[in-house]
């Protein structure tokens, strides 16, 4: 029978929380620990986790210079998606704010997604993903986010300013022309749809399956800088 064995805890700065790693099976499992939130996720359903960086990288793969930020390696899929689309020349700048996460996804967790930060378009920062976008205007071609489990803020308070008027307009401000921000979100909101038109953005709601073609959906704003 399968069980959970705790692989290591991560304290996440500026909170009394932490990210607990478990191994299940052959696959590896992150949660809160206290099991506040349950399984933030998993390395077996991860098609939604995909689908945040194919949307917006699929038109840049013969831009030579393009550069796309990712908020929140979590497992690792996302940048490992948005590779498989960016040219040999592009960049994809990954923010994370717990330094255990970085480490696990240097070892054996980074295997399940193909080791992308040894890819050498990749440049991980530890860091707030909000200081990032803060300090690049016009920096980027594409902005994902997947930073908690959406616009309410889960496992930081402080994530939901990201989601806010503020943080939407630092995104805007942070896109290349026509540039899009994708977010990531356990479930749809339709208040957050309307900020984003406010920001500035031209924006659509995509549901998109956690794993296969059936079971739970994910919602997936993809946002076009006006």
């Not at 995909?50 to 550069?67: E, F, H, Q, W, Y």
């Not at 390696?73 to 490992?80: I, K, R």
């Not at 070892?107 to 707030?128: M, W």
Request: charged residues 20%; glycine residues 12%.
């Amino acid at each position: 029978m399968k069980r959970f064995i705790l692989l290591d805890t991560a304290p996440i700065p500026g909170t009394t929380d932490a990210l607990c790693l478990f191994e299940y099976g052959d696959d590896f499992v992150i949660k809160i620990q206290g099991g506040k939130g349950g399984q933030l996720m998993n390395t077996r359903t991860h098609g939604s986790e995909d689908a945040l960086a194919a949307i917006p990288c699929r038109s840049l793969s013969g831009k030579a210079d393009a550069r796309v930020l990712i908020g929140g390696l979590g497992m690792g899929f996302t940048l490992a998606a948005a590779l498989k689309h960016l040219a040999s020349s592009a960049e994809a700048v990954v923010a994370e704010l717990v330094p255990g996460v970085i480490e696990w996804n240097q070892g054996a967790l980074g295997e399940k997604s193909g080791q992308p930060l040894s890819d050498p378009r990749t440049r991980v920062v530890n860091q707030d993903v909000a200081e990032l976008l803060k300090a690049e205007a016009g920096g980027f071609d594409a902005i994902m986010l997947d930073v908690d489990n959406g616009p309410e803020g889960l496992t930081q308070k402080s994530n939901s300013w990201l989601y806010s008027p503020g943080g939407l307009e630092a995104c805007a401000r942070a896109l290349r022309p026509k540039g899009t921000l994708a977010v990531w979100s356990a479930s749809a909101d339709r208040a957050f749809s309307q900020r984003l038109g406010k920001a500035g953005f031209k924006a659509r709601e995509e549901q998109v399956y956690a794993h296969g073609t059936s079971g739970t959906r994910h919602t997936i704003w993809i946002a076009q800088r006006k």
